[in-house]
């Protein structure tokens, strides 16, 4: 997950110039939790998906990991 995570500075470095853009962090967590998640994204409906990334946009960066491991923990296995 890190590794995803780490493709995407401007969701953690606040001193990037994205750092408060929330379309491209949307973006960028939806394709985050997709590769973390797999196969198992495809089987979420349009809205699980939205709300799952939402959480991510409007959280802090700890908060986000937590929920991002949750949904994963959900989703794999």
Do not use: C
């Amino acid at each position: 997950m890190i590794l995803e995570v780490e493709k995407y500075p401007y969701l953690y470095d606040s001193r990037h110039n994205d750092f408060k853009n929330r379309e491209l962090k949307k973006d960028a967590w939806m394709a985050v939790t997709k590769n973390v998640i797999g196969e198992k994204w495809d089987q979420m409906d349009e809205k699980t998906r939205s709300n799952v990334v939402e959480r991510y946009v409007s959280s802090s960066e700890a908060s986000a990991h937590d929920s991002l491991r949750n949904v994963a923990g959900n989703f794999i296995g």
